[in-house]
């Protein structure tokens, strides 16, 4: 019989996975960020062969989305918003995190709590990215054409744009620093550290 369990992470608790991430993006110093981005891809693979309980894997493809929206040449990331993405996937790219990922199904555990906290530093640019892939769907299936086949078409420009411009907007309004400020982006440190914030993990 399916239960549901819940457990709240304090602000300790989150220090800690900071602490964590900041451990893992010195070790993936000198890595490229292809690299980092297949390695974020191997953790999802090896889950699934791993067989992880669901509430681990249901969380862990939302990687998909991540690693999707710096490879995806139709959204066509800015550098400086690839980058922040990146910076956020290279805690995966490290398989001796807070739990090994080869100490079993459960050694992925820490990596779904991390893909929620890494799912709210990105919310606008997954919303974004979720948004731009469903208008692309759409479009392309009225044009008759394979969505897949698609790389960076110009009817797809206007509707990117209006996308992106939005989440730099919003993630300005959220952090204060930023998008068109002399300062450049928000720092992937800033916005983990902004994003976490005590509350409650569900399980279920």
């Not at 807070?98 to 640019?125: K, Q, R, S, T, Y």
Request: net charge negative.
């Amino acid at each position: 019989m399916p239960i549901t369990l819940n457990f709240e992470l304090s602000d300790k608790d989150l220090e800690h996975f900071q602490a964590a991430a900041e451990r893992a993006r010195k070790a993936a110093e000198g890595k490229s960020n292809d690299d980092i981005v297949a390695a974020a891809a191997t953790v999802l693979e090896n889950a699934q062969k791993a067989e992880v309980p669901g509430f681990i894997l249901q969380r862990l493809t939302r990687l998909d989305d991540m690693i999707a929206m710096v490879r995806d040449a139709g959204w066509s990331l800015p550098e400086d918003d690839r980058k922040r993405v990146i910076d956020t996937l290279t805690y995966f790219a490290d398989p001796n995190d807070i739990i090994p990922d080869n100490a079993g199904p459960l050694g992925f555990f820490d990596d779904a709590v991390m893909v929620e906290l890494a799912a709210g530093a990105l919310a606008h640019e997954i919303e974004a990215y979720d948004e731009f892939c469903e208008f692309r769907e759409r479009e392309a299936k009225r044009r008759g054409v394979e969505p897949s086949t698609l790389g960076r078409e110009t009817w797809m420009d206007d509707r990117r744009q209006e996308l992106q411009t939005r989440m730099h907007e919003r993630r300005e309004r959220d952090f204060g620093v930023g998008y068109g400020r002399s300062s450049g982006y928000a720092s992937p440190r800033a916005s983990y550290v902004r994003s976490w914030r005590p509350g409650s993990f569900r399980i279920g």
